[in-house]
């Protein structure tokens, strides 16, 4: 195992962290809202996908084009419906919310579809690799998720600082009184802002329901990962999640080559040092 | 978020936490008393005694919901099987199961087995499916002196986790399963029974059963002659296995065996694939024991090897229903259309050993019950229990055999014995072969 192995095992799997935190660090970049339901709408998408492949026999590739929309929409339903009456001065409302949505969603999989194991198959995909020199083997499909973490980061980049949608969401995660002033509609924004974080979290659903097998417990270990990678990042800032996945990564790469049982402990001490070090993490956009 | 506030979210988590419970503590209850009323509602034959009350705990949700999966098929075959009621010591008494769920948390199934003690007053204890919920519950019977039969979990970690001595045992808590030491026999008579280099690789997970096995097996296997490379404990959140796969190619080995959640082997064997490691056989002992499990594998489970405690090819019968374990699982997939897993045999055995055990007590009480668990001589659905011959006085041993993974007939896949030189009254289904890569 030398250093290049581990850098490289450390990124990819940084990549994948990054994208679960994508939607987490959307939501709590524009409404301050952290949510705990996070990793269980994580296993929804892949529960959804997985019933999409099912009755339609497509590749879970082709089944993104009907999770992301179809998560789109739940998201704008969700915060619309639900989400924006819990918003207010105090934090807790929200967290208690997505708390319960997160119970309700974890039973609802289990009364629906059981406690067996499944997976989303793309065969020889699975397992395919690119042999580099010295003897480095790179997965394609970690590779792919890397990939797909850095496009949603660029066209979330480029929705948040090059349209007239992303500018309104500036303004409302600034101070929504006065964006509202302007004209804004923050119901309908936040609404907005939801279903665009929830069709990256059927992404990164669906492809971590290609990389393992999931059943309807999986979800709250996701969520911890997540939270350290956008924490890491600082908060609110996208580029930083990814930086806070791959810090996470390649922490959790060196504590294996050390010892099997020092890789998932030295993540959380990197995110400890961070804390203690920056407690507004590597790139801090908000300071509040 | 500001460090306050990320306190203020600690803080809520454990409120919820504990509000969440509380709901499903009561919904659980209510579950509970649903089941159990139809057995309040028969009505009393003559000279009939006070109902006799068996606590069942056992994981329903949670990440080891699989275990449980099958319980109100096989409380529905049970209650079915009692009728009015058995008869103890002269007198027929209904009986009641009341069932409840651990959620796959040891200190939900302490707290469950404690309300089952103090506000059901069972007269006797049932638990199954691994050390985190029969160890606990175990726990709360010995302190509180309740009989308590208990199964599905090796006996190490049931006895030696529950910081047991050999020399004295315990008074109320009584066992059957099987061993790490059947496990290495039989996955050793395996791996021998194919031509290999002997390099054996060993990746345990970092929880109680795989911390027991990282203790004993790496010894027990070198000297069995494997040459062993140990990869260590992993911790169950872990998502990536590049760093130990590339120390078993450096080491060459040939045959993997390992204590795997079933995530986190799918994830091993994927990462396996990428990284060009192709051992001959993989025996991950837990992760594959049910078929879903495999079947969520792909092509990549075919000839997968795998511990085999129980099968419809076992040739026993339940003393309680009459039914062959053939039979039993026939019914099974016929009520449920799904296929028999493992923990159906010992589910339906736990309950029926107790139900033996009750009608040999002298008397319906603590001490008259648990004397009859020690005396009993039984032939189960699992094969023969009695706790005279065990390696320790609570402990009971059941036959373990070796099986495969194969393209199914009616299920994405079949589990063939391959192995049973260490019970050989159990036949072989088909002839063990190394996996084949394409």
Redesign the interface.
């Known amino acids: 195992?030398n250093v290049m192995?581990?850098l490289i095992?450390?990124t990819l799997?940084g990549g994948?962290y990054a994208l679960f935190a994508i939607g987490l660090s959307l939501t709590?970049g524009i409404m301050?809202v952290?949510n705990?339901a996070h990793g269980d709408l994580i296993t929804l998408a892949a529960f959804a996908a997985l019933v999409v492949t099912d009755t339609l026999a497509i590749s879970p590739f082709v089944a993104l084009g009907v999770v992301v929309p179809l998560f789109f929409a739940l998201g704008y339903l969700l915060q619309r419906g639900l989400l924006n009456r819990t918003l207010g001065d105090s934090?807790?409302p929200p967290?208690?919310v997505t708390?319960g949505l997160s119970?309700i969603i974890q039973?609802v999989l289990?009364e629906v579809f059981?406690?067996?194991?499944?997976?989303l198959?793309v065969?020889n995909l699975?397992?395919?690799?690119l042999?580099l020199p010295a003897g480095i083997?790179?997965?394609?499909?970690?590779l792919i998720v890397f990939a797909a973490a850095l496009i949603c980061l660029g066209a979330l980049q480029y929705l948040l600082y090059r349209t007239r949608l992303g500018r309104a969401f500036r303004a409302t995660s600034d101070d929504p009184e006065t964006a509202e002033l302007m004209g804004i509609d923050n119901r309908h924004l936040y609404a907005l802002a939801m279903g665009i974080a929830l069709a990256f979290t059927a992404l990164a659903g669906v492809l971590f329901a290609i990389?393992?097998?999931?059943?309807?417990?999986?979800g709250p270990?996701r969520l911890?990962?997540a939270f350290e990678a956008v924490?890491i990042g600082g908060?609110g800032s996208l580029w930083g999640t990814l930086l806070g996945g791959v810090v996470l990564?390649i922490a959790?790469?060196i504590g294996?080559?050390i010892?099997?049982?020092w890789?998932?402990?030295a993540g959380h001490i990197a995110f400890m040092i961070i804390l203690v070090l920056k407690?507004d993490g590597l790139f801090p956009r908000t300071q509040? | 978020?500001?460090?306050s506030?990320e306190r203020?979210?600690a803080d809520?988590?454990t409120i919820?936490g504990i509000g969440?419970r509380r709901?499903?503590r009561s919904l659980a209850v209510s579950g509970a008393s649903a089941l159990a009323a139809p057995a309040l509602m028969i009505k009393p034959a003559q000279a009939a005694g006070r109902p006799i009350k068996i606590g069942f705990v056992s994981p329903q949700?949670?990440?080891i919901?699989?275990f449980?999966?099958a319980d109100t098929f096989i409380l529905d075959g049970v209650r079915k099987a009692l009728g009015k009621g058995i008869v103890v010591a002269g007198t027929e008494h209904p009986v009641q199961i009341i069932y409840k769920d651990s959620q796959?948390n040891p200190n939900r199934a302490a707290e469950v087995a404690a309300q089952l003690i103090n506000n059901d007053k069972v007269d006797i204890m049932l638990a199954s499916s691994t050390s985190d919920t029969v160890n606990p519950v175990a726990d709360q019977c010995e302190l509180a002196g309740v009989p308590c039969v208990t199964s599905d979990d090796p006996w190490q970690a049931y006895f030696f986790g529950r910081k047991g001595d050999p020399k004295k045992g315990f008074d109320w808590t009584y066992h059957f399963f099987w061993g790490f030491e059947n496990i290495a026999e039989v996955f050793s008579n395996m791996w021998n029974s194919l031509p290999s280099n002997k390099s054996l690789g060993l990746?345990f997970s970092?929880d109680p059963d795989g911390i027991a096995a990282n203790e004993q097996l790496p010894g027990v296997f070198a000297k069995m002659g494997f040459t062993v490379t140990t990869?260590?404990?992993?911790?169950?959140?872990?998502?990536?296995f590049?760093?130990?796969i590339?120390?078993f190619k450096k080491a060459n080995v040939e045959i993997v065996m390992g204590i795997f959640t079933?995530?986190a082997f799918?994830?091993f064997w994927?990462?396996?694939?990428?990284?060009?490691f192709r051992p001959k056989l993989v025996t991950p002992a837990k992760a594959v024991l049910?078929p879903?499990?495999v079947a969520?594998?792909?092509p990549?489970g075919v000839n997968l090897t795998t511990e085999v405690w129980w099968s419809p090819h076992h040739p026993f019968k339940s003393g309680l229903t009459g039914q062959t374990a053939q039979q039993f699982c026939d019914e099974y997939t016929r009520v449920t259309k799904r296929q028999w897993t493992q923990p159906l045999g010992f589910k339906h055995a736990t309950l029926e050993v107790a139900i033996d055990v009750l009608k040999r007590a002298k008397k319906l009480e603590a001490a008259a019950i648990r004397d009859a668990i020690a005396e009993t001589n039984y032939n189960s659905l699992v094969g023969p229990i009695q706790w005279k011959t065990g390696p320790v006085r609570n402990v009971c041993l059941t036959p373990l055999v070796g099986g495969q993974w194969r393209k199914g007939k009616s299920f994405p896949y079949d589990l063939d014995i391959v192995n049973s030189q260490s019970a050989p009254s159990i036949k072989p289904d088909s002839v063990i072969q190394p996996i084949i890569y394409t």
């Open positions: 195992m192995t581990i095992q450390g799997l994948l709590f301050r952290v705990i934090i807790l967290l208690l708390f119970v039973n289990l059981g406690a067996n194991i499944r997976r198959p065969g699975e397992t395919a690799s042999q083997a790179i997965g394609v499909f970690p990389r393992t097998t999931f059943d309807p417990a999986s270990i911890i990962f924490i908060l990564g959790q790469s294996a080559a010892s099997l049982e890789q998932i402990l407690p509040d | 978020m500001s460090q506030d203020n979210t809520l988590m919820d969440r709901v499903l949700t949670g990440p919901a699989a449980g999966e796959s990746l970092n990869a260590g404990l992993y911790t169950a959140t872990t998502d990536d590049s760093a130990q590339a120390q079933p995530p799918a994830t994927t990462q396996c694939g990428q990284q060009g049910f879903s499990a969520a594998l792909g990549r």
